[in-house]
């Protein structure tokens, strides 16, 4: 073994060449680069077997529909409930039996490179999947819940495949024709969900660039119409732009500046 360069082996790694008696016998190499890639490689089989355990989890209600004789189960979430500006959006997703994606958990938990490589995968792989977004002037007109649940119903009723059940986050949609399940912090709990989760927040998000492009003095590229410092500040000194809620209080404060 010690006639391998830690250059060969390192390629050994990369390119998945490694079995268990390789393994067996770099523990007994004793040059320290070869403990280095011996060790990052068991901290990443590790990460992988963690990552998938909690896939399984996270397939449970899935599993439990499916066992009911469920077939096509979607998973519905929502972004942009608490910002000040921006729309609400909501996205439900049917996957495929064969679906894995380790390390998809709830939107929030994910960096953006991590959202955005995920929205890639998702939306190549779906059985089906629906984007319904809801605008701030719509939002003023319903109240945020309202508008949040016409999302979420827009979402299910656009999908080309019907679902004959539904996984929700923590919000019931009683006028579903189809059965469902109410799941608080199911973004956490389901893959559908999830999945749902990481749709909607990278549309909206690509959203609140583009209107952050139009009226950039509230930094919406980075604040995504959330309530921070220079947000209020720039409230306090432009006054409400086109896209604010006007009917949250924060920015009625400051209507008419």
């Known amino acids: 073994m010690n006639t391998k360069s830690i250059a060969v082996i390192r390629q050994m790694f990369e390119h998945n060449e490694i079995t268990e008696e390789l393994i067996e016998q770099l523990k007994r190499d004793e040059r320290k680069g070869v403990q280095v890639l011996l060790h990052k490689y068991e901290k990443e089989k ?7 355990a909690n896939f399984e989890e996270m397939l449970t209600y899935e599993k439990h529909a499916k066992n009911n004789g469920h077939q096509y189960i979607a998973g519905v979430d929502e972004a942009g409930r608490g910002p000040l500006a921006g729309p609400v959006v909501a996205a439900s997703v049917i996957l495929p039996d064969d ?22 995968i998702i939306i190549e ?16 007109h319903l109240n945020i819940l309202e508008a949040t649940k ?4 827009q979402a299910v009723d656009g999908l080309s495949q ?10 019931a949609l009683p006028q579903l024709t189809m059965s469902f399940d109410v799941i ?3 973004d ?21 660039r583009k209107i952050h492009n139009e009226y950039p003095m509230y930094d919406f590229n ?15 000194r432009y006054g409400a732009s086109p896209y604010h809620r006007r009917s949250f209080a924060p920015v009625r404060k400051f209507i008419g500046q």
Do not use: C, W
């Open 150 to 153: 016409l999302a979420m119903y």
């Open 125 to 140: 792989q779906a059985v089906s999947y629906n984007v319904a977004v809801i605008s701030n002037e719509q939002i003023d």
């Open 46 to 52: 590790l990460k992988k077997e963690q990552q998938l």
């Open 99 to 120: 679906f894995v994606l380790l390390g998809l958990n709830d939107s929030k938990q994910l960096t953006e490179k991590e959202r955005e490589n995920f929205f890639d």
């Open 222 to 236: 980075s604040n995504m119409g959330y309530g921070t410092k220079k947000h209020m500040e720039s409230l306090e």
């Open 184 to 186: 608080v912090k199911g």
């Open 162 to 171: 019907k679902p004959d059940h539904v996984l929700l986050d923590a919000v």
């Open 188 to 208: 956490a709990k389901s893959i559908t969900i999830a999945a749902a989760s990481i749709l909607a927040k990278v549309t909206r998000d690509r959203l609140m």
